[in-house]
C-alpha cells in the first residue's frame, strides 16, 4: 500500500484493551473500512509518570477528508470518556487517536497536522507502525516506516501483546450466538468461520435428517405439517442433548424460533394454531440465545447460491417463496426480547474479503455496548 491513511490508537486508564476494540467498532459505524491492523504493544507512559499504555495502528479506507476523518476521532474520544483539560503536558486518557498519515498529503493547519509531527520521535508509534507500513515512505522526512525505526533514538521498553485486534471479545458479553437468516444467506458458512476463529463450539442444524423435506418443496401443502412438525421435534430433542453436553461458548447456525417463521408460511391455519402451542411449549424449555444474528441478502444472491450448491431438495424453491419467507422472519423476530442484530451480506462473501468478516465482527461487539 503505497499511499496509506494510518492512525494510531493508545490508552492507559481502565480497560484499556476494551477501549481500543471500542474506538476500532465505533470508528466503523461511519463511512471508514479498517484495513490492516498492527499488534498491540504496551509501552510506559510517554512524557510523564503513570499507568503504562496499549498502543497501535490502523490503516483505514476512506472517501473522507482529513478534516472530517479527524472530527470522527475526536468524537469517538469523547464518546469514549476522554478528557481534555486546560493545563498543559501529558495527561492519562481512556482513548488516544491520532492521525498519522494520511496517504502523502502535507497539512500543517490550527487543527490539523499530517504527518503528525513526533512521530518519528516516538518508537511506541513506530514499533507499531512497522507491522502495517514498513516501506511507506514519509512524506517529508523522505525516510521510510522501516528507515525511521532503524535510526530511533527513543529507547522506550516496548512489549508486545497476545492481543489480536481482528477478534474483537464478542463472546464475554455473547456466549450463545445464534445465526439466522433466509435460505442460501449463508449462516452455516459464517458459524464455522467464528467457530474456527474464536475456537467455540459450532451447533448446527441437523435438516438433512427432515424424511419429509424433499417431497415438501415438490407438494408444500400436502407435506407441509409432517415437514414442520419432524423440524420442531427434531430441534427440541437436539438442543436438549446439546446442552447437556455444552455449556461453555457457542455459535449456532439457526436458531429455535425458526419453527415459528417456516410454520407460518407453510401451514393451515388450524394447522398452525395447533403447532404454536407446541412451540410456545418447547421455547420455554430451550436454550435462549444471548444474540440472534439476523442475515439479509438481496434474492438475486440468494437464488444464486441456492443454485450453486445444487442440493436436491431445494431445486424447487421459487423466489416467492423466499421473498415471503424474508417477510415472516420480520414479523416473527419483533416478537422476541433477546437481543437481534440485523445484519446486510449485499455483494459480501467473506471467504474473499477477510476486511469485511472483520467489519462484521466489530459489529457485533458494538451491539454489546
Request: net charge positive; glycine share 2%; proline share 5%.
Amino acid at each position: 500500500m503505497l499511499e496509506p491513511i494510518i492512525i494510531s490508537l493508545g490508552s492507559n486508564i481502565g480497560n484499556r484493551i476494551g477501549f481500543i476494540y471500542k474506538a476500532l467498532a465505533l470508528i466503523e459505524e461511519h463511512p471508514v473500512t479498517i484495513r490492516e491492523l498492527s499488534n498491540v504493544y504496551e509501552t510506559p507512559s510517554w512524557g510523564f509518570d503513570s499507568t503504562p499504555f496499549y498502543n497501535a495502528c490502523a490503516i483505514l479506507k476512506t472517501s473522507l477528508k482529513p478534516d472530517s476523518l479527524l472530527k470522527i476521532l475526536l468524537n469517538v474520544e469523547d464518546k469514549l470518556g476522554r478528557k481534555r483539560y486546560s493545563e498543559k503536558g501529558y495527561q492519562d486518557r481512556t482513548i488516544d487517536l491520532d492521525l498519522l498519515f494520511y496517504n502523502n498529503e502535507i497539512i500543517y493547519s490550527k487543527d490539523l497536522k499530517i504527518p503528525h509531527p513526533k512521530l518519528h520521535l516516538r518508537n511506541f508509534i513506530l514499533k507499531p507502525l512497522l507491522d502495517i507500513a514498513p516501506k511507506f515512505k514519509h512524506p517529508v522526512l523522505q525516510k521510510t516506516i522501516t528507515e525511521l525505526n532503524h535510526h530511533q533514538l527513543d529507547k522506550i521498553k516496548i512489549i508486545q501483546t497476545n492481543f489480536d485486534l481482528s477478534l474483537p471479545p464478542i463472546f464475554k458479553s455473547f456466549p450463545f450466538i445464534s445465526i439466522e437468516g433466509n435460505i442460501g444467506v449463508g449462516k452455516t458458512t459464517l458459524a464455522k468461520m467464528i467457530s474456527k476463529n474464536y475456537k467455540v463450539k459450532f451447533y448446527s442444524e441437523d435438516y438433512n435428517s427432515n424424511p419429509h423435506l424433499e417431497n415438501f418443496y415438490k407438494d408444500p401443502l400436502k407435506h407441509a405439517l409432517r415437514t414442520e412438525s419432524f423440524f420442531l421435534n427434531n430441534r427440541f430433542e437436539n438442543d436438549k442433548n446439546f446442552w447437556q453436553q455444552n455449556n461453555d461458548k457457542v455459535v449456532a447456525d439457526f436458531c429455535f424460533f425458526k419453527c415459528l417463521v417456516f410454520a407460518k408460511q407453510n401451514l393451515k391455519k388450524n394447522d398452525y394454531n395447533t403447532f404454536k402451542k407446541d412451540f410456545d411449549h418447547k421455547m420455554d424449555k430451550i436454550k435462549i440465545p444471548s444474540l440472534v444474528i439476523f442475515l439479509t441478502k438481496n434474492f438475486r444472491e440468494l437464488e444464486q447460491q441456492i443454485k450453486k450448491r445444487d442440493r436436491s431438495f431445494e431445486r424447487e424453491i421459487k423466489l416467492n417463496y423466499l421473498k415471503k419467507l424474508e417477510k415472516g422472519y420480520h414479523l416473527i423476530i419483533n416478537n422476541f426480547e433477546f437481543p437481534i442484530l440485523e445484519y446486510s451480506l449485499d455483494n459480501i462473501d467473506f471467504n474473499k474479503n477477510e476486511f469485511e468478516f472483520e467489519r462484521f465482527l466489530r459489529a457485533i461487539f458494538r451491539a454489546s455496548f
